[in-house]
């Protein structure tokens, strides 16, 4: 077995690009998800090691160091930061020049040829699913023996791999938090609106449903939803709260958990009888029914992409939702005590100075506890990139997702909507929904009940006010 590294390099300072994020920007406040992407074939692979250096806060010189000893990294990418890890893949190089670097991620999945030819120190890519790819070039595989990559022959020509069949039997897959527990720090991670400490797992992979901006589905996940059985989550629970007692929250980060409503009830009633507060990602059109028995069973957040109030927007993006549902689900959530995370996105195609006003107020009306409010990113692979290509809505000045500090950008404009309307939308979204009486005053409340909830919502009101200061000034 080669000696490999699994990491995610330093970056922009406070960037969220981990191999969890689906989204790779720094945020409005402090945030590091998981990097589930890369803990799963590192835990497939014995005797490796996972460096997640930015929520660590390490520099390239403990990295480097390690890297004198491996035969191997796998490095997980993003678009957005993409021309830094190449950079960061020639330091590795320049150290140890018999290392094999690999990339992974959305990116190289859906530009695998670009990626190599803007790679120079780059070795192979792999394209979708990548845990057993990873695993049989790591058991020492010639490269041209592995489904699912693409690499550089000795002659330096990219050859292109037949694709890796993808996982049908996620329960042949080993626990995350095995890597969890040998590697990482689980208090280096934060996200605003789950407890502290946390943890995050996937129970499946995959979603069913057509969103054109959504990156996981479109270019590694895939459309068809494959899960783990509700015994083999539970079993994997149960293992992470003996390891970590300290643990406050688990968070299934399944694009979708609720897809499947028999078996997200059957997990949620293995959770009930250990005592687990956990939350999900969701459509908001899960029945009520279903709502309580997981309520009923620990179930504390939902994390629900609302998107957009205007229904056309959401027939634009595919969605598959209509706002009247959307509004009777969270009427539900709010009823039984179901605290509720809402995501927007503005500029969206369709997107108007009026329809802008139009999800502002929607979202006041239903108000979710909390809510992040992101500017329309179209990542290489999406459906939402080729309609920006083919209709030249791509911004020419600002083309990029992300600036020099990592803050996402307005890539896109409108005949009818600049991209500095689309880009200012954000700070006037977030101010007419937060700075309002109702919404204060619960904010005070929570934290007059709470003194660790105060500490905490003061340290993340600094952060915000700053966030919105940097936007400004950029």
């Not at 901006?213 to 494959?226: A, D, E, S």
Request: proline share 5%.
């Amino acid at each position: 077995m080669m000696k490999t590294l699994f990491l995610q390099p330093p970056t922009f300072d406070g960037f969220d690009g981990g191999a969890g994020s689906r989204y790779q920007a720094k945020r409005e406040i402090k945030s590091f998800w998981y990097p589930t992407w890369l803990a799963q074939p590192a835990a497939l692979v014995e005797g490796s090691r996972l460096i997640d250096a930015p929520p660590a806060g390490l520099t390239m010189e403990p990295v480097l160091a390690d890297a004198r000893n491996r035969d191997l990294v796998v490095i997980h990418t993003s678009t957005p930061s993409f021309a830094k890890d190449v950079e960061v893949a020639q330091m590795l190089k320049d150290v140890n020049p018999n290392l094999k670097i690999g990339f992974v991620g959305a990116k190289v999945a859906v530009q695998p040829e670009e990626s190599l030819l803007k790679g120079a120190p780059v070795d192979f890519v792999a394209r979708n699913e990548f845990d057993f790819t990873i695993k049989e070039i790591a058991e020492g595989r010639d490269f041209k023996d592995v489904d699912g990559i693409s690499w550089r022959n000795s002659e330096g020509v990219i050859v292109n791999n037949r694709d890796r069949a993808m996982i049908e039997n996620m329960d042949s897959l080993p626990f995350v938090t095995e890597v969890y527990k040998r590697d990482l720090r689980i208090e280096d991670y934060f996200i605003g609106y789950l407890m502290h400490p946390y943890i995050s797992i996937y129970t499946g992979r995959g979603c069913k449903s057509r969103c054109t901006f959504c990156l996981w589905p479109q270019t590694v996940g895939g459309h068809h939803y494959r899960t783990r059985s509700p015994q083999h989550v539970a079993a994997e629970i149960r293992l992470a709260r003996q390891y970590f007692p300290q643990v406050k929250e688990f968070f299934f980060d399944d694009d979708t958990f609720t897809d499947d409503l028999p078996r997200a009830e059957a997990i949620a009633k293995e959770l009930g009888k250990m005592g687990i507060t956990w939350s999900c990602n969701a459509k908001a059109n899960v029945p009520r029914d279903t709502l309580k028995v997981l309520k009923d069973n620990g179930l504390r957040l939902l994390l629900v992409g609302y998107e957009s109030g205007n229904q056309q927007i959401l027939h634009n993006i595919k969605k598959g939702m209509r706002v009247e549902v959307a509004r009777e689900f969270t009427k539900n959530c709010h009823e039984l005590g179901i605290k509720i995370h809402g995501t927007f996105i503005v500029g969206l195609p369709g997107e108007t100075k009026e329809t802008i006003q139009e999800t502002i107020k929607f979202a006041t009306e239903i108000n979710p506890h909390t809510m992040q409010v992101s500017l329309a990113a179209p990542y290489p692979g999406t459906a939402l990139h080729k309609q920006a290509l083919e209709n030249g809505w791509f911004d020419a000045d600002h083309a990029e997702l992300i600036d020099e500090n990592g803050v996402q950008m307005a890539p896109l404009h409108y005949p009818h909507l600049s991209h500095t309307e689309i880009f200012n939308s954000v700070d006037e979204f977030y101010k007419k929904f937060y700075f309002r009486a109702p919404k204060i005053a619960s904010i005070v409340s929570e934290m007059v009940r709470s003194p660790q909830m105060m500490k905490r919502r003061l340290r993340e009101g600094v952060e915000f006010f700053h966030f919105l200061r940097d936007r400004n000034a950029a």
